[in-house]
């Protein structure tokens, strides 16, 4: 019994240490590795679409050849209808000539004027000569129609030739129109990914630049490493982020305040739309919305203006909350911060499609689950919580509000 129950604690520790494992915070080392991978991967992104963008200049060539062949195609279907026509008036005259011809030897109602011709003649000679001519003239009639029905039927296998031709270049066009339209999609995510790629790249160099100038070591973890550098934030928070300082509470990230933008997708931004943005003046101080540490600070350079990441650890849950478009940014990376912590002003910093809509200064909020920037550093979208703040589940202390909600006291 007593080995049994070894051996399936054995089992239990061999099934959950990997586990465990898997989800083990990473070492700046491996984050540089991971750095490296990127940059392999942004490598390798811009060869294809270099490789892309030649497949795309071939197919546009070839797609001008062929329209330059269906021009052609389309000029010698008109050529040859107008070289159809004049044969087959020609073919009209020419009928009219043999039949004008032939009346004279038709037989008429007193008789056949090709027989008496015939028959006037004075000698054997003179009537072979006779019969010859009437057997020339009849053979001329029929070959000289034989003749034109041939070159009608010609022309007409010609221009349905010419018509087949055409349809098959259009088929060509259209094929490689396709492709085309393949291949630019596939240009549009290669350049979104690069896009990506180089902002993940750009962030992660920044933190382990941030990290190594604070005296990080590459064999230690981001926790490990603030642990042993402020000591003073060891205040509890559970397991490998003792270092935030814990809450229990969410409150509001403005004193007045009201909804005027939720999470979820803008049809009229043509993307989704990852936090809540709430009315405010320029210059109004914007705090936290809970107990945590600063984990990462972004200024500029992308819609988002002048941005503030913050780890909570909250009812033995972690979040971040990311504050967009400051004017001002009021704290540090690594700075404790708690529910009356300024963390900076308001604004409308940021530029892309945010200033092109000129929207007015106001402060943008999202909320998500783990630590952004340092948990992970991509797929943000996931781990989006679509609750705007006055929303969060604060232990059902506050109902749940919408677009539009008021507010005077966080």
């Known amino acids: 019994m007593k080995k049994n129950i070894t051996i399936l604690i054995i089992f239990l520790i061999a099934f959950i240490l990997p586990i465990t494992t898997l989800h083990a915070e990473k070492t700046i080392g491996q984050i540089e590795n991971e750095l490296n991978e990127k940059q392999k991967k942004l490598d390798e992104n811009k060869a294809k679409q270099a490789i892309t963008a030649e497949e795309i200049k071939q197919v546009q060539n070839n797609i001008s050849t062929i329209n330059s062949k269906i021009s052609k195609a389309e000029k010698d279907i008109i050529e040859k209808t107008k070289e159809s026509e004049e044969l087959e008036k020609k073919i009209v005259k020419k009928n009219e000539e043999i039949q004008n011809l032939m009346r004279y030897y038709q037989v008429s109602s007193s008789g056949s004027a090709m027989l008496e011709y015939i028959m006037g003649a004075e000698s054997l000679t003179d009537l072979i000569y ?4 009437t057997e020339q003239i009849s053979s001329y009639n029929k070959k000289t129609i034989k003749e034109m029905n041939d070159m009608i039927d010609q022309n007409n296998r010609v221009k349905e030739e010419l018509k087949q031709k055409k349809e098959e270049l259009k088929q060509l066009q259209n094929d490689l129109n396709t492709e085309l339209s393949k291949l630019n999609n596939q240009a549009a995510t290669l350049n979104s990914d690069e896009k990506s790629l180089s902002q993940e790249i ?9 990290l190594k100038a604070k005296g990080c070591k590459s064999s230690e973890t ?9 000591p003073k934030k060891n205040t509890g928070g559970g397991g490998n982020v003792s270092y935030i300082s814990p809450g229990t ?7 007045s305040s009201y909804i005027t933008s939720l999470p979820g997708y803008r049809s009229s931004f043509g993307r989704y739309h990852f936090g809540t943005d709430y009315s405010a003046a320029a210059g109004t101080p914007a705090y936290a919305v809970a107990n945590g540490t600063v984990g990462f600070i972004k200024r500029g350079g992308d819609s988002c203006g002048n941005q503030v990441f913050v780890w909570h650890y909250v009812n033995g849950k972690k979040y971040t909350t990311w504050y967009c478009h400051l004017s001002k940014i009021s704290v540090s990376e690594g700075q404790d911060v ?3 912590t300024v963390i900076g002003l308001v604004g409308n910093t940021g530029k892309e499609y945010y200033t092109s809509y000129r929207m007015p200064p106001h402060l943008h909020v999202a909320f998500s689950t783990g630590y952004y920037y340092k948990d992970y550093y991509t797929g943000y979208k996931s781990h ?12 059902g202390s506050r109902p749940g509000v919408g677009s539009g909600y008021r507010w005077n006291n966080r």
Not at 222 to 230: E, M
């Open 249 to 255: 509470d969410w409150y509001r990230p403005l004193v």
């Open 338 to 340: 708690y529910k009356d």
């Open 130 to 133: 006779r019969l010859s001519i």
């Open 222 to 230: 981001q926790s490990k490493c603030y642990s042993r550098l402020y």
């Open 384 to 395: 989006v919580v679509e609750y705007p703040i006055g929303t969060y589940p604060m232990n």
């Open 202 to 210: 750009s962030d992660m160099k920044k933190i382990i630049d941030n």
